[in-house]
């Protein structure tokens, strides 16, 4: 199966065959800079759209323990990358309420894999999706959004401060500028295609 | 949206005062449910385009207008403006129609890896950006 051919780049023409698509997730916490990433690196304008989840919890009320359906309306904001008539690769920027993304199994199902984002000034914001794609082993890299060239921390730090396995790697950078979230992307497909090494080569 | 008026085509959706289960007739579950957020569908046989639409909705008549040009299910709930559950049960209406083809999305389970040529050509294309 070919993915490459030439015609129909950013922009460009598409074909009526349908191309595969794949999808990256952009995760981390709220105001971080996901649907700032994902329209830096999008031929579109990012798109948005919701679903409803509902999930159970349990609640207590005068009857004791109780078990109820809770229904929330989550949104996502996404993008698009066409890298030729056989192949779109989708930028889904996970809403902001974390608690209930997870919850979402057409969205976190089936990804290549990950870019958790982070702001410096509270990194504890994004622990929570860090963990969620260490225990589901979804491949992922950090990148850390420099607001204004603004950089407060050294990268060891931020390792240091999330807990990062060395091999997961952080990239820094304005979020605003295509060519970092290029580079964030790049890395991801660079972590997954060492993962198909028999030897890893870095 | 007027859905009781056959007639227009052009309704702004940011417009729709009718509330989305309305739009499926009452259905909440897709009766198929193998659509995925990045499933493409394509309109088949996008040469008479919208036409022989008796009996289909409005909102019937989008999908097969936007997935003239492949779309996923994710765009084509946001060019509808209505939630991806609510858009999948429209699409699986078309497809039991014969109107539209949906491609599954490559089955990637947790802890699969995905195809090294794929990966390169995702590569490359994001060099191009």
Known sequence: ?202 | MNHWSEERLDDDPEDSLVRPYTITRGRTLPERGDLTLITVVSTIDAEFGTANVRGLQPEHRMILEQCRIPAAVAEIAAGLNLPVAVAKILIGDLIALGRVAARPPLALAAGQKPDIRLLQAVRDGLLRL
């Open chain 1, 1 to 202: 199966m070919g993915y490459s051919d030439s015609d129909g780049g950013p922009g460009g023409p598409r074909g009526l065959a349908a191309p595969t698509a794949v999808k990256i997730l952009i995760a981390g916490g709220f105001g971080v800079g996901k649907t700032t990433m994902v329209g830096a690196v999008s031929e579109v304008e990012p798109l948005r759209t919701e679903e409803y989840l509902t999930a159970a919890s349990v609640g207590v009320d005068d009857i004791g323990l109780v078990e109820e359906k809770v229904t929330t309306t989550v949104a996502l904001d996404f993008g698009r990358i066409t890298i030729g008539s056989a192949l779109v690769v989708y930028l889904f920027g996970t809403p902001g309420q974390e608690r209930f993304w997870f919850m979402w199994d057409d969205l976190v199902h089936g990804a290549l894999g990950a870019v958790v984002l982070a702001d410096t000034r509270r990194l504890e914001a994004s622990f929570g999706s860090i963990d969620f794609f260490e225990s589901r082993g979804t491949p992922f890299v950090v990148g850390v959004n420099s607001f204004d060239g603004r950089q407060d921390r050294t990268e060891a730090e931020v390792r240091d401060a999330l807990d990062l396995d060395p091999r997961v790697p952080i990239l820094m950078g304005d979020l605003r500028e295509r060519a970092v979230g290029r580079d964030i992307l790049l890395a991801l497909v660079d972590v997954l295609m060492a993962e198909q090494q028999p030897v890893p080569t870095r």
